[in-house]
Nanobody, 113 residues
Framework: QVQLVESGGGLAQAGGSLRLSCAAS????????MGWYRQAPGKQRELVAT??????TDYADSVKGRFTISRLYANTVYLQMNSLKPEDTAVYYC????????WGRGTQVTVSS
């Protein structure tokens, strides 16, 4: 089992920045890819960014050049979000993928115009 705890969400103005953190505990040796997904009201959950154990990253087109995902050791992942837009408003979920998929409870990010 893997437990994920997110932090760092909140309210920002358009053009501002926020940094999300996700700490994994438990069977972290089983984790390969970690990432962030988001879900806005009335919309499906979508990929934001992922990073593998080896450091390979993948980003949604909508956040390329604005968001940066990074990873510290095997169990902590960050999402630096710059140049925030109102359309970035969503609940952001941390994900860890290995033998199974694990999800955090989510952290709200609200960007005001």
């Amino acid at each position: 089992q893997v437990q994920l705890v997110e932090s760092g969400g909140g309210l920002a103005q358009a053009g501002g920045s926020l940094r999300l953190s996700c700490a994994a505990s438990g069977s972290i040796f089983s984790i390969n890819t970690m990432g962030w997904y988001r879900q806005a009201p009335g919309k499906q959950r979508e990929l934001v960014a992922t990073i593998t154990r080896g450091g390979s990253t993948d980003y949604a087109d909508s956040v390329k050049g604005r968001f940066t995902i990074s990873r510290l050791y095997a169990n902590t992942v960050y999402l630096q979000m710059n140049s925030l837009k109102p359309e970035d408003t969503a609940v952001y979920y941390c994900n860890a993928n290995g033998a199974y998929d694990y999800w955090g409870r989510g952290t709200q990010v609200t960007v005001s115009s």
